[in-house]
């Protein structure tokens, strides 16, 4: 198992530095490994899918906390890494989901992070980041909501946003 850490990569990541984007998947269980290389390297980026679907939502939050503990938020992608059972594209899904939106949501209500930056956070992490590596447009406008909100109304979530 010690022969799958990725920072065996370390001397092979500075040759081929500026060349071409390197995607460190299925780093499981050593994604703080995986975190450190895309800290270090512009050219690496994190995808801990894989893992979610097989930890499921109970654990998913520990794993993504520990991936993003220095992964660049612009550097983690998502990916329910669903194969076999169709199960594991809803599975993937739900674990990043939840254990995202969670880990968000504590940063925001111990003032880590704004609501504004916490909602960034998930835009890029669940589509932007992936998009922008793979060179994928934008995804179109969603329609205008029906309703003004109301002074009442709560800001949105972390939750509520992935």
Not at 16 to 39: E, F, I, K, S
Not at 84 to 109: I, K, N
Not at 131 to 140: D, F, Q, T, V
């Amino acid at each position: 198992m010690h022969r799958v850490d990725p920072t065996h990569l370390t001397d092979w990541l500075h040759l081929t530095a500026g060349t071409v984007p390197v995607l460190l998947l299925h780093c499981w269980p050593y994604q703080r490994q995986a975190a450190y290389l895309a800290a270090v390297f512009e050219q690496v980026y994190l995808d801990v899918g894989l893992t979610l679907h097989h930890v499921g939502p109970a654990r998913s939050g520990a794993i993504l906390a520990e991936a993003l503990e220095i992964t660049p938020f612009r550097k983690l992608l998502y990916s329910s890494d669903a194969y076999g059972v169709a199960e594991f594209h809803l599975l993937g899904a739900v674990s990043f989901r939840q254990g995202l939106a969670a880990l968000l949501q504590e940063r925001v209500d111990a003032d880590e992070l704004s609501l504004p930056d916490a909602l960034r956070i998930a835009a890029w992490t669940s589509g932007d980041n992936a998009r922008r590596l793979y060179g994928l447009p934008a995804p179109s406008p969603s329609p205008s909501p029906s309703h003004q909100a109301s002074a009442t109304e709560h800001p949105p979530s972390p939750e509520s946003m992935i």
